[in-house]
């Protein structure tokens, strides 16, 4: 079927999309953001209160994360003054990255259920 | 692995990148994170610098984070088109008839275009690989009002416009012949030689590997030095790349030579079949206007254009006589001597030149059929898959994605293709169709190279996106329309259109073809199958060339008496049953037939002369040939004295006398300015050709070589031939092997070689090798052609019905016989076909006059082949129709009309 894949609403196969969830770090960015749009700095404050090891390698390791999403068209940017007159670039879940976040969780749900380990979240 | 690749690879693409808008961002955002994290630790308590140096910890390795931000903004790119590929491989391999379809129609079209493609602009444009090509040219000289043909110059000419034109900076002359044979060493050897001006060596440029070239007071005649250049071939060959060969002596048939320098492979000039080089005898003292027999070139001054020194070449012709007082200004006018200046590239290729345009057109055809085809067929599954396009665009799809999509596709297509065409072109271009420098000039400067394989590459990625991309407008449109529309009425009345006339367009040039490969087909059976005139099997020929020269044999006595001590030695030979002698074979002769002999019955009054062509024969020549006499007996001895005897074949007899009981009448030979001699027939030969069969028989007249001594002078010359090189057949149950016959050769003489063994039979074979050749060619063509057509036929017939389903779905369901669909379709596609056929018969009618020259007894608009062809085209044409009709009338209506 020609749909399979077709833009950015794939629906996750095992088999060829490893690459697209690496590890829990991209379904927490999502996650978060899915809340409320936030600069990379609050993201990684979030995170390292939901996992303890997702930004173990380092905060920098965010930027990566972020930069794949947004070239995955889930995740949009923009860049605002924050109150102390500083320049930061926010992030913001797009409409498609919204679809995407609900497949993703459903299928990392079922992956965790079957590993019998509980992801602690609000949904 | 793969990360590993993509690491090496970021860190190639590093060194070449400057700081983009993108680095400027990330690092404009690492230090806000970090000065954040900072401003937090001091929060915490920390001094500023503790703060900061904590922040930077916890942040990690900025460089590392920089890299793996720039990998991953490629790295994502590069995965999409990873996926794209993976998923264009897929389908394909799930659409195995649409897969072959396309690979092998853009695999052949391409393989055919840059094969054949190379060969044409390899022979036809690239330059000559000498200096400045561009300026050197070939200056011809004709004299058609005197009736000889071609554009040869004598010495003299060639002297008078060297000294007198000012357009060039030199000009060379040069022959070649092939009558010199080097006998040193054990084995003599028949070489190719070119007499060459040491002038030509310097305005090509020539550049030596061993030695050195002429210089400019070497000739080969006169002079002490006696000079010969060799060929790398001839070096390596013979002589083993031997570095002291520089002042070696080589012994030739008619003496001496000393080699003073190797000329590379490279430089193939006039042919690469030349061995050897030597300097041009141009007599500079007495040069004979009237023997002409030198190719000139030259090179121009720069700013000169070939037409302007045509013009003052031209304008120097009536200076001629003043140089020449035998040449009067009359018999100049009379002759109508005109010069013609050409580009030497030009000129080498002249005699095939509309050939290679014509096969460049051709090809050029084939590719946009090919091309079409695949277009067809990729807007025809497109078609197919409108549905699911419509609904991938009402999900979000991007067009951006779509378009990556198809031309990742494209771009797969295109490689698969080109991995046919690769091995395809390669052969087109190694084998080169089996053609040879004797038939199609340059060829030896073909070859397959890198540049082949990037241009197949290149080509067909080119057009695998192109109709990718064509494939992707259509799909957009998809998108637009409301999916309960009728997409089907989407496509545009004169898409239609255009795509019907190309299918039509396909099929014409399909029956051309066919037409053509049938009629070629009916005259080689023709050829192969019609009577030569001789047995051509359990034979072997050879030639053998005498010396010439003061110690060579230069009476008839001499040259008779090497030939008997030759034939009883080869007979000799166990398993041999029979030796004759000839100076031309049948089928064997190059060229227009040469008539030279004027001949009338003794007693006739008045009747004009006959032409006909001489030929030398041994008494056992006609049984060994298996050439059957038709009335007296063949040559014995005695037969040299008195009106010596000769041989007529029939058809002569017949041109002569009428009748071919004509043995014991005699006939008389005219000769211009002396008397004419007479000659008695003893026997009737039956008839052979010349050169081809196409041509006929040709009238012959056989003189004998005997060796016959009673009576006659011993320099004597009693029929006025003399021969130097003979050819010798063989005929025998076991024959001697080429070295055999070599070495009974040298014993009677080391001097001379036996040249050129082969079977007899190979002779009939390269009598019809060019009608064989260009049969095969046109069939592989036709049949390419066919297919294409076909494939053609069946895209467009699906495609139309593909778009009206939904019709034929409520026709179905409504109670319609699915005859009745089926008949529908087939009602339009036979139309199609109806049109392409008919278009097609008349340009095989209006065409196939061309192929005159190599049709042997069938008439170019015989009724049997074009009736054939049209018959096996309308059949398959017939059966490509039927495939989507049937399939569009076993629609199931049910599914069609739900799925609205």
């Excluded at chain 2, 460089?63 to 490629?74: K, M, N, P, W």
């Excluded at chain 2, 016959?741 to 190979?762: C, E, K």
């Excluded at chain 2, 049949?783 to 069946?794: D, E, P, R, S, T």
């Amino acid at each position: 079927m020609l749909l399979l894949g077709l833009g950015r609403n794939a629906v996750a196969k095992a088999d060829t999309n490893e690459q697209v969830l690496q590890g829990t770090l991209d379904l927490l960015i999502l996650k978060t953001l899915s809340l409320a749009p936030m600069h990379g700095w609050g993201l990684t404050n979030r995170i390292e209160q939901l996992s303890n090891d997702a930004l173990s390698v380092g905060q920098g390791s965010i930027y990566p994360a972020l930069v794949r999403l947004e070239q995955r068209g889930w995740i949009g940017t923009e860049w605002r003054t924050t109150e102390n007159s500083r320049r930061a670039k926010y992030y913001r879940l797009t409409a498609a990255g919204r679809r995407a976040f609900g497949q993703e969780l459903a299928s990392w749900n079922r992956f965790v259920s079957a590993v019998g380990l509980i992801l602690a979240a609000e949904s | 692995m793969r990360h590993h690749v993509w690491a090496v690879l970021s860190r190639v693409r590093e060194l070449f990148r400057r700081r983009s808008r993108y680095d400027v961002e990330q690092d404009e955002e690492f230090s806000f994170h970090i000065d954040m994290e900072t401003a937090e630790n001091v929060r915490r308590g920390l001094s500023e610098a503790e703060a900061r140096r904590a922040a930077l910890l916890r942040f990690g390795g900025t460089q590392r984070f920089r890299e793996e931000t720039r990998d991953a903004r490629g790295v994502v790119a590069l995965d999409n088109v990873a996926r794209d590929a993976r998923f264009a491989v897929r389908r394909l391999r799930r659409g195995p008839a649409f897969a072959v379809g396309v690979i092998a129609t853009l695999g052949i079209g391409i393989g055919a275009a840059v094969g054949v493609g190379t060969i044409v602009y390899d022979v036809l444009l690239r330059d000559l690989p000498f200096a400045n090509p561009d300026r050197l040219v070939r200056v011809g000289f004709s004299t058609e009002g005197i009736g000889i043909t071609g554009d040869l110059h004598s010495a003299a000419t060639f002297l008078y416009f060297a000294q007198s034109a000012r357009s060039f900076t030199e000009l060379g002359a040069y022959s070649t012949s092939d009558g010199f044979a080097i006998t040193d060493g054990d084995v003599p050897e028949r070489v190719t030689v070119a007499l060459m001006t040491p002038s030509v060596l310097t305005l090509l440029g020539a550049r030596p590997m061993l030695g050195q070239l002429f210089e400019p007071g070497d000739t080969s005649w006169y002079g002490p030095r006696h000079s010969v250049i060799i060929s790398e071939n001839l070096w390596r060959r013979r002589y083993g790349a031997d570095p002291s060969i520089i002042g070696r002596e080589i012994h030739f048939d008619h003496g001496e030579r000393t080699v003073v320098g190797v000329l590379p492979r490279s430089f193939g000039f006039p042919m690469p079949s030349v061995d050897i080089f030597y300097p041009a005898a141009v007599p500079v003292d007495a040069p004979q206007i009237t023997s002409r027999y030198f190719s000139v070139i030259g090179r121009l001054r720069d700013g000169v254009s070939p037409s302007a020194a045509e013009s003052e070449l031209n304008a120097l012709i009536p200076g001629l006589s003043k140089h020449f007082p035998e040449v009067t200004p009359d018999m100049l006018r009379a002759s109508r001597a005109r010069v013609t200046v050409q580009l030497l590239r030009d000129a080498t290729v002249a005699s095939v030149h509309a050939q290679m345009v014509l096969l460049g057109a051709l090809v050029a055809i084939v590719l946009l059929i090919a091309a079409t085809n695949v277009l067809n067929l990729f807007l025809l599954r497109t078609e197919r898959a409108a549905r699911e396009i419509a609904i991938g665009f009402s999900l979000g799809a991007s067009r951006v994605a779509l378009a990556q999509r198809f031309i990742v596709e494209g771009i797969v297509v295109g490689l698969a293709a080109a991995a046919v065409a690769l091995p395809g072109a390669a052969l087109a271009v190694t084998t080169k169709f089996g053609f040879t420098e004797r038939e199609i000039p340059r060829l030896h400067e073909v070859s397959f190279s890198v540049e082949t394989v990037a241009l197949v590459l290149g080509c067909a990625v080119l057009v695998g996106v192109a109709v990718a991309l064509v494939a992707f407008t259509r799909a957009l449109k998809f998108g637009l329309i409301d999916r309960h529309r009728e997409w089907t009425a989407a496509s545009s009345r004169a898409w239609r259109r255009a795509q019907d006339g190309l299918v039509a367009f396909q099929i014409a040039i399909a029956l051309l073809l066919l037409v053509a490969a049938a009629l070629l087909g009916r005259s080689f059976w023709n050829l192969s199958s019609a009577n030569i005139g001789f047995e051509p099997r359990d034979a072997v020929i050879f030639q053998v060339p005498l010396p010439w020269g003061p110690e060579g044999y230069v009476s008839y006595d001499k040259v008779a008496t090497f030939h008997a001590n030759l034939t009883d030695r080869l007979q000799r030979f166990s398993g041999v049953t029979s030796v004759g002698i000839a100076l031309r074979l049948p089928l064997a002769s190059r060229g227009a037939p040469n008539l030279d002999l004027q001949l009338q019955p003794a007693i006739s009054a008045g009747r004009p002369a006959v032409p006909a062509a001489a030929n030398v024969a041994s008494a056992q020549y006609f049984s060994t040939m298996g050439i059957p006499l038709r009335a007296g007996r063949s040559f014995r001895s005695g037969d040299l004295r008195g009106a010596p005897a000769v041989i007529v074949s029939e058809d002569l007899a017949t041109k002569l006398f009428g009748t071919t009981d004509v043995v014991g009448r005699r006939v008389k030979r005219l000769r211009d300015g002396a008397p004419a001699m007479a000659f008695t027939i003893v026997g009737v030969a039956g008839d052979v050709h010349w050169d081809r069969i196409e041509r006929g028989y040709v009238p012959m007249m056989y003189f004998p070589l005997l060796r016959d001594g009673d009576g006659l002078p011993p320099d004597s010359n009693p029929i006025q031939y003399l021969p130097m090189v003979l050819q010798y057949a063989v005929r025998g149950t076991r024959l001697p092997s080429a070295t055999a016959i070599q070495a009974i050769v040298t014993q009677l003489d080391h001097r001379v070689p036996a040249a050129n063994v082969r079977t007899l039979r190979s002779v009939v074979d390269d009598a019809t090798a060019h009608v064989r050749l260009t049969m095969l060619l046109v069939s592989i063509a036709g049949a390419a052609a066919l297919l294409l057509a076909l494939i053609g036929v069946y895209s467009v017939v699906a495609y139309a019905a593909s778009g009206r389903i939904r019709e034929f779905a409520i026709r179905l369901a409504l109670g319609a016989a699915p005859a009745r669909v089926c008949g529908m379709i087939l009602g339009e596609g036979l139309e199609l076909v109806a049109i392409g056929t008919v278009a097609g018969l008349c340009a095989a009618v209006g065409t196939t006059r061309f192929l005159r020259a190599l049709l042997y007894e069938v008439k170019p608009t015989s009724v049997a082949e074009f009736g054939i062809s049209t018959a096996v085209l309308v059949v398959l044409a017939l059966v490509a129709t039927l495939l989507p009709a049937r399939r569009a009338a076993r629609t199931h209506p049910a599914a069609v009309l739900h799925g609205e």
